[in-house]
């Protein structure tokens, strides 16, 4: 109810008396012009991270400013915005590695709009798709369903009651901007004019500059149909927790039919793990770089698999004596592709990929592990445990100055 009331598109009849906008709406606007700016610095910077991180730690401070009652008792939204705040700071003051730092593209505002969802948004266990299909609406759909609320909030500024100050700054903001392009455009066409001005229009290009001022307002206009959808716009409906109402007769075949494949598997791994042997025709080199991200992608086949057993196969001893199974086999498996990915290292040292690699491993080591206190322990919060862990391992990740640590290692190694 408090969002209808705040909503202007939800306002008919006596309620058009009212004022359409409240404060804070209104004050989002001058929120969202600055976001604009720093966007428009960010996409200008080439390649800088300071400006970057900027941008997005001043999206995260307006969206803040607009839920503070929401944010300081949600310790999900907490958990969440706290990395997501710290890849901003290490952004800025350029302490992410380089190699590192071109993989936040896509990462942060991932991050970032889980958090929004989780500030906006109570999710309960079991639940969590609604997060997932919330951090989808935000990315293709918010950002663009509240830009007639933006026009009507920039039209609400200019209505009311109006002092001469008030109008003077109107003026000043529309006067000022046009007569610099007029200005520069005036020196452009006439010499003389442009002999008094001197080098004040040099550089100036009003095509360059409509475009970068096209540019902040666009993203003021994307921010501000985002944020408003997140914070007066209507809840996204909670997605009904699934029914462990699968027999296990379909589960079972599938998982008996993965472990014939593993079984074979690691008896010819045996060999290579633990027997100092090497297919015919290969070298460490060659083995260790032909099938990593093969057995990485089984891996998370298993992790899949599991996952589905563990939301919709009734629970029963059969199930958990196959699913220890499969975790035995994915730990195979990832053992393989570990000591594959350690070969390569020791012949040819450690890049950012390797590391990678490695970084990601560990991380599905961890996932293994948790995935068997759950097959005992039926209470446990697998999917949350693991975004969380797999959220600050990313932040850990960030955490290290890698181009030094990988040139040490290669130099003690004679790489």
Known sequence: MERQANDPAARTGSEKSRPAFTRGQLWLLAGVLAVGVLWEFAWESDGTTLWLGAFWLGAMAVFVLCNP?????????????????????????????????????????AVMMTFAVLATQDVPVGREGTAVVGVLKGVFVKPFTGIPVFFRAIAALFRGRDSTARRVGYGLLAGIPLTVIVLALLASADARMGQLLGALFDRFDVGVW????????????????????????????????????????????????????????????????????????????????????????????????????????????????????????????????????LLYVGAYGLTILRVLGLWLMEYLAFLAVMAAVRVFRERTKLLRIGAYALLYWYLALNAVPWSAAMAAFNAAFGH
């Open 69 to 109: 009652g929401r944010i300081a008792g949600n310790r999900a939204a907490i958990f969440v915005g706290i990395p997501a705040a710290l890849l901003c700071v290490g952004l800025i003051a350029g302490y992410i590695d380089e190699q590192i730092a071109d993989l936040l593209g896509p990462a942060l505002p």
């Open 210 to 341: 409509a475009m970068r001022v096209g540019m902040v307002f666009a993203a003021a206009m994307l921010f501000y149909s985002l944020f408003y959808n997140m914070t007066w716009g209507r809840r996204d409906p909670l997605m009904r927790e699934a029914d462990r109402d699968w027999a296990l007769a379909g589960p079972a075949v599938v998982m008996a039919l993965l472990l014939t494949a593993y079984a074979v598997f690691g008896y010819i791994q045996f060999s290579y793990l633990f027997g100092g042997t090497l297919p015919v025709d290969l070298t460490y080199s060659e083995y260790a770089r032909e099938g990593f991200g093969q057995l990485i992608a089984v891996t998370i086949i298993n992790f899949t698999v599991l996952g589905v057993c563990f939301v919709k196969v009734r629970p029963s001893g059969a199930l958990r004596a196959l699913e220890t199974l499969l975790l035995l086999a994915s730990a195979v498996v990832l053992a393989s592709a570990a000591w594959r990915l």
